[in-house]
């Protein structure tokens, strides 16, 4: 019944796709993300603004004297602001409207940060991190699953395929078991088609499978022999046996294309640890997920696509929460963006104290500074004129 559910498909994609702003959802890694929309690519960083509202008191070195010394060009003559991380001085020269445009755009750009944040911490990029390849294969590890949490990895997993899968070129899925299960031969073209069929080839399988130390490592071997794959996924459920582990250290690291790991629901610290370093020895990522308990001991059976005819939005109509274990450490694609939106909140207070210090009138002694000079001038301009005057006079006497 799944293959007949096409609208049920579009609007589940429509629903997922409108609760973002379309520059938060690209799926590429947060240091390419930054890229487009960091502070110093829209101009915004502080040093950026500064040289934009107003020009730097100088200090320079005179060496007769031994010492610095600020230089008295304008003193006084413009509101000034003085950076707290270095002690440097700007005179304040734009107008009240300029600086508040870039206190407009820095909200702006806090808030493109926290939508992004959110969306990375968020549905499938919270269990699966972010898909930054267009060709992929996903080889499933279920492990010693229970039933429940069997049908919990098949929610995610479903989960990945409809926000993630669907926006890239290719991909495939393989099953890992003493006799690897295959959806495809090769990667294929994604379409709304391919996707509900792999979500129904998903909710399909068995349970329990017959199993052998080395099923991860085969399964693996094979996602990687696609030429076209530009990286491989593998999803472990639960721990993972020592001689496993073994077995993916030999035939998984420094292979033909990278392969990120996704370890979900591990139980034992060690897994994570494991993973992570496999990934790293595999050229990948690495991402973990732990699902909160009180969904691993839910009875009842999660709504098969097959036989409830609702389509996909079924599958996530029992949301899988849950975090990123301790031991997996910082996520380094949430913590980059984190760095932006603190970076962004410190300058946005910065500007909006260069508001304040360009509202402030320049100092009297500059006002006075500039009387005196035009009244000096004036002074000089009349002097000359009078000295221009008798020398005329007295060449004119002469002459007669």
């Known amino acids: ?66 010492k610095f010394v600020a230089s008295r060009y304008a003193d006084g003559l413009f509101p000034q602001y003085k950076r707290a991380q270095d002690g440097s001085v700007y005179n304040l020269t734009a107008k009240k409207e300029l600086i508040l445009h870039f ?40 492990g010693t699953a229970s039933p429940n949490e069997f049908d919990v990895c098949r929610d995610a997993l479903s989960m990945v395929l ?23 031969q090769k990667s294929t073209p994604v379409s709304e088609h391919t996707v509900k069929s792999a979500v129904t080839w998903l909710w399909k399988l068995d349970h329990m499978t017959a199993a052998s130390h080395t099923s991860s490592a085969e399964a693996l071997l094979e996602a990687m022999s696609d030429e076209a794959v530009e990286a491989v996924y593998y999803f472990a459920v639960g721990d993972i046996p020592v001689d496993t582990k073994q077995l993916l250290l030999e035939k998984v690291s420094h292979g033909p294309c990278p392969v990120n790991m996704v370890s979900f629901n591990a139980r034992e610290d060690e897994t994570i640890i494991f993973l992570k370093e496999l990934s790293r020895l595999a050229s990948g990522r690495f991402h973990a997920f732990a699902e909160k308990n009180d969904y691993r001991d839910a009875t009842g059976p999660a709504p098969k696509c097959e036989e409830d ?48 210090e360009s509202d402030q009138p320049a100092s009297q002694d500059g006002i006075i500074y500039v009387s005196l000079k035009r009244v000096i001038i004036i002074v000089m301009i009349d002097i000359l004129f009078v000295n221009s005057f008798d020398f005329l006079r007295s060449g004119c006497r002469s002459m007669a």
């Open 309 to 356: 005819g609702k389509g996909l939005i079924a599958l996530n109509s029992r949301k899988v929460r849950g975090r990123m274990p301790l031991v997996a450490g910082v996520r380094e694609d949430v913590f980059l963006i984190w760095k932006e939106l603190e970076e962004a909140r410190s300058t946005v207070t910065q500007v909006q104290k260069i508001l304040s």
């Open 1 to 66: 019944k799944c293959l007949s559910c096409g609208s049920s498909f579009a609007k589940e994609r429509r629903l997922r796709v409108s609760q973002w702003d379309m520059d938060v959802q690209p799926l590429i890694s947060s240091s390419k993300w930054l890229q487009l929309h960091g502070l110093k690519r829209k101009k915004l960083s502080l040093p950026q603004i500064l040289s934009q509202v107003g020009f730097q008191h100088r200090k320079d070195y005179v060496t007769t004297l031994g």
């Open 162 to 184: 409809v926000e993630q899968v669907t926006q890239i070129a290719k991909f495939n899925l393989i099953r890992a078991a003493q006799h690897f299960m295959k959806w495809q």
């Open 103 to 142: 206190v407009d755009c820095l909200m702006g750009a806090i808030e493109l940060y926290k939508q992004r944040m959110e969306w990375l911490t968020s549905e499938s990029r919270q269990i699966f991190g972010v898909i930054q390849e267009q060709c992929i294969v996903i080889v499933l590890d279920f």
